[in-house]
């Protein structure tokens, strides 16, 4: 039988990772750990140099002067390991946030914000009795479920029922996690299944 | 005192690694002996399947990124694969990047191209396919990317300087792509590529992000494959075996075995709570 080695060692690497779920945290566990850790960040390590490397020092040296700005920056962020002059590298960071902020509150408004209340006007085109079932169940899932945030009204007068409608959002928040906890099992089992299916390989079936 | 205890008390007390190794136990018999179970294809499935046979002409470049590392990809290497072998038949040309800081991201496109390119004369490295392997910056060099190419890829993952692939004449930015595949977490693939520049958005990832991706899907913004389970849909569509439905065995068998046990828990506790509403 031909066996790849590294095959082997992927899945006695595992069975030591798993053996913290199906045993205990021992010490094969945390060398299995550890040099996970270690492989991958000395891997993000070499990649960055690799990427610097490409997209700023190379072009700077082809002449293009304007790298400097970055290499200037990013070199000032090193100073951060040292106290007294820690506020060096305050600059890089307020650049990288500041752009990054302006980027986000653009972008994710359209995206994640703006665009998900246009899409859920849309639904308001009914055609068929079935659409408007699925509406109707939005609605009183939507609006339910938002009031169970409202904290600062008392539930007297006209909002006498909000406690019976507060109770009824959190049975569509109930019915999300539910969904979400059955996506998770999902995952995890896939996941694990991966590298007991690696191990089911290597006996042969 | 211990010999009274009834069954739901031990059932409640139950240790944990008990759980564990039944799950191990349920998964690892049916990759033994397959059962077979029946697998059907859904609505969004079929949604991505046909937009993509109908929007891929040859010669059109088609991006795949990885937004994640080898934890996921028993979910997502089906539809992977699937999802490649398709533009292959379609004649596209394909490019992969990853935007994943670990090295696995690296070791995934590598399976994905020795499982299908690789395999295929017809598709010649730099040509037909390229990898370009890592970009660091999240969300601020997908835009980059969606903008100018080059600014953000000077070379490929092995070296080779972006002149000497003949597949960077056609690339420019977003404009130069048909469609983007994302694997991963990444929204603003949706943000900078779907509603920067127009460029149809497909995404796979794991069962447990498909709630975040939902809105996005409602909003008709992506084509989604959420999990293990409708990556094998992809697969069916494919018409190309691979491990996807297979492993709808074990998902199933895992998925009832939880189910029983979460009905179990919440018996024992019912009871719990109605003996002491009585005490």
Same mark, same amino acid.
């Given at each position: ?20 779920? #199906? ?23 070499? %990649? ?30 090193l100073f951060k390991l040292k106290g007294e002059y820690a506020w060096l590298g305050r600059y890089g960071i307020a650049l990288v946030v500041g752009v990054g902020t ?16 246009? %899409?859920? #006007?849309?639904?308001?085109t009914i055609r068929t009795a079935e659409q408007a079932f699925n509406v109707f169940v939005f609605m009183v899932a939507m609006l339910s479920t938002i009031l169970i ?57 | 005192?211990?010999? +009274?205890? +009834? ?10 690694? !008990? ?27 079929? *949604? ?27 979910? $997502? ?19 992969? $990047?990853?935007? &994943? !800081? ?7 496109? *590598? ?15 730099? *040509? ?13 060099? !997908? ?19 972006? *002149? ?6 056609? !690339? ?29 958005v497909l995404v796979t990832y794991m069962a447990l992000n498909i709630p975040t991706y939902l809105p996005y899907y409602a909003a008709g913004d992506i084509y989604l ?5 409708? +990556? ?17 065995? &074990?998902? +199933? ?27």
């Amino acid at each position: 039988m031909n066996i790849d080695p590294l095959v082997v060692i992927g899945v006695i690497w595992s069975l030591v990772i798993l053996s913290f779920l #199906l045993y205990k945290e021992n010490i094969a566990y945390r060398f299995a750990e550890y040099t996970m850790i270690g492989v991958a960040a000395g891997h993000a390590t070499v %990649s960055a140099i690799y990427l610097i490397n490409g997209s700023n020092i190379t072009p700077l040296l082809r002449g293009n002067l304007l790298h400097i700005v970055p290499l200037f920056l990013g070199i000032m962020l090193l100073f951060k390991l040292k106290g007294e002059y820690a506020w060096l590298g305050r600059y890089g960071i307020a650049l990288v946030v500041g752009v990054g902020t302006g980027d986000v509150v653009r972008s994710q408004m359209a995206a994640s914000f703006i665009r998900q209340i246009t %899409s859920t #006007l849309e639904i308001f085109t009914i055609r068929t009795a079935e659409q408007a079932f699925n509406v109707f169940v939005f609605m009183v899932a939507m609006l339910s479920t938002i009031l169970i945030f409202i904290f600062t009204v008392r539930p007297v007068g006209a909002a006498a029922p909000l406690p019976k409608v507060q109770k009824l959002g959190r049975l569509f928040v109930m019915f999300v996690l539910g969904t979400i906890f059955a996506h998770q099992i999902m995952s995890r089992v896939a996941m694990l299944a991966g590298v007991l299916q690696r191990l089911v390989a290597l006996f042969g079936f | 005192m211990a010999a +009274s205890e +009834s069954i739901w008390d031990k059932l409640g007390n139950l240790d944990r690694r !008990i759980l564990f190794w039944a799950i191990v136990l349920i998964i690892i018999i049916p990759l033994i002996h397959p059962l077979g179970l029946p697998v059907t294809v859904s609505e969004r499935v079929r *949604e991505a399947y046909n937009f993509v046979e109908k929007a891929v002409k040859p010669r059109d470049i088609a991006l795949i990124d990885l937004g994640t590392g080898l934890g996921p990809m028993p979910e $997502t290497m089906p539809g992977l694969l699937a999802m490649t072998r398709q533009l292959m038949r379609l004649q596209a040309r394909i490019v992969f $990047t990853t935007g &994943y !800081i670990s090295p696995e991201a690296v070791v995934v496109i *590598e399976t994905v191209m020795d499982q299908t390119l690789r395999k295929d004369p017809k598709f010649v490295y730099g *040509e037909h396919y390229v990898n370009f392997g890592w970009y660091t910056g999240g969300g601020t060099a !997908i835009r980059r990317l969606a903008s100018s190419w080059k600014d953000v890829f000077t070379r490929d993952w092995y070296g080779t300087p972006n *002149e000497r692939l003949p597949i960077m004449k056609d !690339i420019t930015g977003a404009d130069s792509f048909r469609l983007v595949w994302h694997v991963g977490p990444e929204i603003a693939w949706i943000t900078y590529w779907k509603l920067g520049k127009n460029v149809p958005v497909l995404v796979t990832y794991m069962a447990l992000n498909i709630p975040t991706y939902l809105p996005y899907y409602a909003a008709g913004d992506i084509y989604l494959l959420g999990g293990q389970r409708e +990556s094998a849909e992809y697969e069916i569509l494919v018409g190309v075996p691979g491990p996807g439905v297979p492993a709808m065995d &074990y998902q +199933s068998l895992g998925h009832l075995f939880v189910l029983a046990v979460v009905v179990l828990g919440n018996l024992g506790h019912i009871r719990r709570k109605l003996k002491r509403g009585t005490q």
